[in-house]
């Protein structure tokens, strides 16, 4: 059965830092593009961040770059999410998300059960 | 940034009756190199992650009742529940995989009148 599992979510102050993680089983975790979507409380889906599978290629929605970094590693199947110089407007469920293969022309066959984010003072 | 508009912003169907929900995307989502149009769907109860029901823009995943179907191709692209289930009150949402970044609807919420 695929599971991806997500942690490290919580209450930060804006300008502080938190690092997800998801921990991934149940398929061929090295082979698969990830990602990283988020919900604001009451509002729609977004894609935050996408690394291919052997972390070749990665890339960003404009709001995060220059502050958030994705990375992997497949040896521990495992995918994580650095986010530095938090915001209000950050504050969301972060899911991770798996592509079907590899190509970046997937949807996103496989989702975690999200973990919260709230930046607040 | 393809923008992904969906219509209605909620809709309230009897049991049994048939749901539509369209999306429209700003640019065409059709892929040449293999003529498939990226584009998907996506269900989402409360407390829980999205689904994914549809890709390709009418294929449905494992698992997917057959009363889910989606067709379109281009610009505009079609959801329909063709005999509207209890358990699919939820939201929509289609799903544009053709560039970055993949950019979502605002979502189409489906209540049981």
């Known amino acids: 059965e695929v599971q991806l599992v997500e942690s490290g979510g919580g209450l930060v102050k804006p300008g502080g830092s938190l690092r997800l993680s998801c921990a991934a089983s149940?398929?061929?975790?090295?082979?698969?593009?990830m990602n990283w979507v988020r919900q604001a409380p009451g509002k729609g889906l977004e894609w935050v961040s996408s690394?291919?599978?052997?972390?070749?290629?990665?890339y960003y929605t404009d709001s995060v770059k220059g502050r958030f970094t994705i990375s992997r590693d497949n040896a521990k199947n495992s995918l994580f999410l650095q986010m530095n110089s938090l915001r209000v407007e950050d504050t969301a469920v972060y899911y991770c998300?798996?592509?079907?293969?590899?190509?970046?022309?997937?949807?996103?066959?496989?989702w975690g059960q999200g973990t919260m984010v709230t930046v607040s003072s | 940034d393809i923008v992904m508009t969906q219509s209605p912003d909620s809709l309230a169907v009897s049991l049994g009756e048939r749901a539509t929900i369209n999306c429209k995307s700003s640019?065409?989502?059709?892929?040449?190199?293999?003529?498939?149009?990226?584009l998907a769907w996506y269900q989402q109860k409360p407390g829980q992650p999205p689904r994914l029901l549809i890709f390709?823009?009418?294929i449905r995943e494992f698992g997917v009742p057959d009363r889910f179907s989606g067709s379109g191709s281009g610009t505009d692209f079609t959801l329909t529940i063709s005999s509207l289930q209890a358990e699919d009150a939820a939201v929509y949402y289609c799903?544009?995989?053709?560039?970055?970044?993949?950019?979502f609807g605002q979502g189409t919420r489906v209540e049981i009148k």
């Open positions: 690394i291919s599978s052997s972390s070749s290629y990665i």
């Open positions: 640019q065409s989502v059709l892929y040449s190199s293999n003529n498939k149009n990226l």
């Open positions: 998300a798996g592509d079907y293969g590899d190509s970046g022309l997937d949807a996103f066959h496989m």
């Open positions: 390709w823009a009418s």
């Open positions: 149940g398929f061929p975790f090295s082979t698969h593009r």
């Open positions: 799903q544009q995989y053709h560039s970055r970044p993949r950019t």
